[in-house]
């Protein structure tokens, strides 16, 4: 389902020119549930956008779905945003001071789904997210910090995307809180949606189906039993 | 995105910060009413002076001594110039088609005294045709008759005001007899109230026969205007060029450049007035602009800090599917709408402010559905304008930079 090749990023700024991407190259099928690690700086969060169609790569191609969207316009890339993807970010980013309903369906007022369909919509993302439409009216700011990120979570799947993306979705989170949002997206996992994530936790990292950890912009692992992984076993508890 | 979206979108953006809001709005406010009010200000000066110089008479033309073309040379010159005459005015009358009648005048102020009281007011030497050509209605006794005006009678038709500065409210001053520069005249009646222009009081006058200002009062020949009525407006230009033509012939002049006297209507007159009147609205409706102006740039203000609060949010709308179009939109709304409610109150604030102006200074004001609509269109174009900056900006943000933005 998704096909990448050779990719290369690199962010040119003022003097120096950062390779972020080296020749990168993987492919992930439908149903896969991927951790991807590495060091901090090692180009996580930059793979990670070129997925989420929120940036293009330097070089190199990107098949959705056997459509290459590396060379996309703006426009083309919202619009495959809006509809194929859904992004769960390390800080929530919540609307602030707004109700959890009205940031769930968010993705449902650029996608012009129709208010009356709105509520069964947000209703059941929530529910498979663990939290109920009890929280409909809460304001945002008034969520503990795992309860914001089930929100993130089921904002996440209220356009039934092909895959969600994850960059450090426990990184703010106490390790018992992060143990609960792991479940909800093995949950989803199993549900049939595929899944990638960024993680730093082994814990994290042991209960995925396949792990490719990133160093210095290049893949030196990627690997489908943790146990087999050097990698992982390096990380600290 | 739905446009019920849109709106509610706006709709938070605004009441989430309601003071900031308020004071924006406030700015623009205050541009829209005093624009109005201004506006109506003029507008009301210009009908007001219109309305007045049509009360003086229905199909007016008068002729005034003095060369000169245009309203305010002529306004100058007046009295200057002694080249017309009563018998002017009779051969108008006689000779010329379509005149219904024909009232001479001279007019100067004099002292009138009556037992003991005292008031310096226009003392109008005229006709028995006054009453039709001037639209001058009599209240009590009668006016001045031809007999009158032949024999130089030393007869008085008070205005109103006059009577009130002489007799006091409500007493009957017909049979009294009044002195006017030492002479003693003899009050024949009394005209209605007519009201003031911006020339000066209608009412505060006292009529007698032109022939006895003319001998007893000015010691002179001519008169200060003729006044022509023609029997109707259609006629108007056609008696007004006759008229032309016989006075340039009894005064024995070739050149009608050379004319030593002017013919005006009244239409004439309101035209001058109207483009006096209209450069004030422009002007003070140009001072109020102004302020316009800066409630404006108070949006464009807003906007950007909005845009720069918000950067976050921005990504966020983007990373889930928002266009450019789609925030540049938005943020373009937001500021339509603050604009558009300003625009709201401040034509309700005009609109008070011109009737208070009405209350405390008794000065006419007139706001025009032109002038709203105008503010209307100016607001919201000022709320294009100065949002579109800040919905540029918002809606060029990459995703990723803004979501990382702190
Ligand atoms: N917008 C950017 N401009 C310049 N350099 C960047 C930008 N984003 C990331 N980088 C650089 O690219 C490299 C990879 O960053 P990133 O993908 O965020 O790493 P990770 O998520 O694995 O910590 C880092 O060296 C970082 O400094
Ligand atoms: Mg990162």
């Known amino acids: 389902m998704i096909e990448v090749k050779n990719i290369t990023k690199i962010y040119q700024s003022a003097s120096v020119e950062t390779i972020a991407l080296k020749d990168v190259s993987f492919s992930i099928q439908e149903g896969e549930f991927v951790a991807i690690i590495g060091p901090s700086g090692s180009g996580k969060s930059t793979l990670m956008h070129i997925l989420g169609c929120l940036d293009t790569p330097t070089n190199g191609q990107y098949f959705l779905e056997g459509k290459d969207v590396s060379k996309l316009s703006e426009a083309e890339l919202a619009d495959i945003r809006k509809n194929k993807i859904g992004f769960v970010f390390q800080s929530f980013n919540l609307l602030r001071r707004t109700t959890v309903f009205r940031n769930i369906v968010l993705p449902l007022v650029y996608a012009n789904v129709p208010k009356n369909k709105r509520a069964e919509i947000a209703k059941r993302c929530l529910l498979a997210a663990g939290l109920t439409e009890k929280h409909f009216s809460h304001l945002s700011n008034q969520l503990s910090g795992g309860e914001m990120q089930r929100v993130a979570i089921a904002r996440a799947l209220v356009n039934d995307p092909l895959i969600i993306l994850a960059d450090e979705p426990t990184g703010n989170l106490d390790s018992k809180t992060g143990d609960i949002i792991l479940e909800t997206f093995r949950d989803l996992n199993k549900q049939g949606k595929t899944i990638i994530l960024i993680t730093h936790e082994k814990y994290i990292a042991e209960k995925a189906k396949r792990v490719i950890c990133i160093k210095d912009g290049e893949i030196v692992e990627d690997v489908f039993n943790h146990s087999s992984s050097k990698e992982v076993k390096k990380i600290k508890e | ?406």
């Open chain 2, 1 to 406: 995105m739905l446009i019920s979206d849109l709106f509610e979108e706006t709709y938070f953006a605004i009441t989430a910060n309601k003071a900031r809001s308020g004071l924006t709005i406030l700015g623009i406010v205050i541009g829209i009413g005093s624009v109005i009010a201004m506006v109506s200000i003029g507008q009301g000066a210009a009908g007001s002076i219109k309305s007045n110089i049509e009360a003086m008479g229905p199909n007016l033309i008068t002729v005034t001594p003095g060369s000169q073309q245009t309203f305010s040379q002529v306004m100058a010159q007046r009295g200057s110039a002694q080249t017309l005459t009563i018998e002017d005015g009779e051969a108008i009358a006689e000779n010329i088609l379509n005149v219904q009648a024909v009232a001479p005048e001279l007019s100067q102020r004099y002292q009138a005294v009556y037992m003991g009281k005292n008031t310096n007011t226009q003392i109008t030497g005229t006709t028995s045709s006054y009453l039709s050509v001037k639209n001058v209605e009599l209240a009590l006794g009668s006016f001045i008759s031809e007999l009158d005006t032949r024999l130089s009678l030393k007869v008085a038709v008070l205005g109103p005001t006059t009577r009130d500065d002489l007799f006091g409210e409500e007493v009957d001053p017909v049979g009294k007899t009044i002195r006017i520069n030492g002479i003693n005249f003899k009050v024949i009646g009394m005209t209605q109230p007519k009201g003031g222009t911006s020339f000066g009081s209608q009412d505060d006058v006292i009529f007698i026969p032109i022939t006895t200002v003319q001998k007893f009062l000015a010691g002179v020949n001519h008169v200060s205007t003729l006044n022509v009525q023609a029997i109707s407006s259609e006629v108007m230009s056609g008696v007004q060029n006759s008229i032309t033509n016989l006075l340039l012939r009894r005064h024995n002049i070739s050149d009608s450049s050379l004319a030593d006297f002017s013919v005006m209507s009244l239409e004439d007159i309101t035209e001058a007035v109207t483009s006096i009147t209209n450069t004030l609205t422009i002007l003070l409706a140009a001072i109020a602009g102004i302020s316009l102006v800066v409630g404006g740039i108070g949006i464009m203000n807003m906007m950007m800090t909005t845009v720069t609060e918000r950067t976050r949010e921005i990504g966020l709308r983007k990373a889930v599917g928002a266009k450019r179009s789609n925030i540049s939109l938005q943020f373009l709304t937001e500021s339509v709408f603050l604009t558009f409610i300003g625009g709201i109150i401040g034509i309700l604030l005009g609109i008070g402010l011109a009737y208070a102006v009405t209350i405390f200074t008794g000065m006419t004001t007139k706001v025009s559905l032109y002038s709203i609509m105008l503010a209307c269109g100016v607001s919201t174009t000022i709320g294009i304008i100065f949002g579109y900056w800040p919905a540029q900006k918002a809606a060029k943000l990459n995703p990723i930079d803004a979501l990382r933005y702190e």
